[in-house]
């Protein structure tokens, strides 16, 4: 949302922020505080890796800007996080607090949300091109810029696998997985058919699309609960789709404007 508002290149490179190395967890790719990387390989390391390292990074630039662009001093990361959580609610987020960029829980304050909210959260991030092709690649190739011992500049490349295990399996083309010690194993995975174009009384049109969002917390197996989670989903949608799709309460819509 932010590359969008501000015109910014995705291929514009940041840097690994000293804040970075005090997150705790693996550090896959071997970052350093001073590392560059470019705004678009963060996102895969980000969403494919689960990098929180680049995560960290990512919120302490775009945080930056938007302390530059509004006049105001304090700390990019909290600027960041700030952000998270009016998005969060201006999309119908009750139960979800974000105290940090990658959600790790280990230290200060805890994080916490919903499978419901992350579901919303879901919706709203699959409405994005961008961020819909990143969760659906398998794996890609990133660039990591260091500074050498001799103040010259050292390319390393990495191959960041996305740790969706299911990804292409039933139709998944996303979205992400989740790991840490007070929210146990997560995940969320989308699918999607072919849309039901069904034929109007005035002649027109109607198009429905189908997509399943299917959320799994603190599950030991969550990619067999995911597919299975999946499976009743897409029963259910086709049972629901013949009764004519009837909602008996506008609290049961995940997905709708905040009035």
Same mark, same amino acid.
């Given at each position: ?40 390989? =963060? ?15 990512? %919120? ?13 001093? /304090?700390?990019? $990361?909290?600027?960041?996080?700030? +952000? ?6 201006? +999309? @119908?987020? *009750? ?5 940090n960029? +990658?959600?790790?829980? +280990? ?11 992350? %579901?919303r ?7 994005k ?11 890609? *190739?990133?660039?990591? $810029?260091?500074?050498?011992s001799?103040?010259?500049?050292? $390319? ?8 969706? *295990?299911?990804?292409?399996?039933? /139709? ?19 699918? %999607? ?9 005035? /002649? ?19 990619? /067999? =609960? ?6 009743? @989903? ?9 009764? @004519? ?8 819509l ?6």
């Open positions: 949302d932010w590359a969008k508002v501000t015109g910014t290149d995705l291929g514009q490179n940041i840097i690994i922020p000293q804040s970075a190395s005090a997150i705790g967890g693996p550090n896959q790719l071997k970052l350093r505080p001073g590392d560059q990387i470019s705004i678009r390989d =963060a996102l895969y390391c980000s969403v494919l890796g689960s990098n929180n390292w680049t995560a960290e990074a990512l %919120a302490y630039h775009v945080g930056k800007d938007l302390l530059v662009r509004s006049g105001k001093n /304090g700390d990019p $990361v909290k600027e960041f996080v700030k +952000h998270m959580n009016a998005l969060a609610n201006d +999309h @119908g987020l *009750k139960y979800t607090k974000f105290v960029p +990658h959600g790790m829980d +280990h230290q200060g304050k805890i994080p916490y949300s919903s499978a419901s909210d992350v %579901a959260l879901t919706i709203y991030a699959m409405g091109a961008a961020f819909t092709f990143i969760c659906s690649q398998t794996e890609k *190739k990133v660039s990591i $810029v260091s500074i050498g001799r103040q010259d500049f050292i $390319v390393k490349e990495f191959i960041v696998k996305n740790t969706n *295990k299911i990804l292409n399996v039933d /139709g998944i083309d996303g979205v992400k997985t989740g790991l840490t010690s007070k929210a146990g194993p997560c995940l969320v995975v989308t699918a %999607a058919k072919q849309p039901i174009v069904s034929e109007l009384a005035d /002649g027109n049109k109607q198009v429905t699309p189908r997509r399943l969002v299917v959320v799994v917390l603190g599950a030991s197996d969550r990619f /067999g =609960a995911a597919r299975s989670l999946l499976l009743r @989903g897409w029963e259910k949608f086709e049972g629901w789709n013949r009764r @004519g799709r009837q909602i008996r309460d506008r609290v049961e995940l997905s709708m404007s905040k009035e």
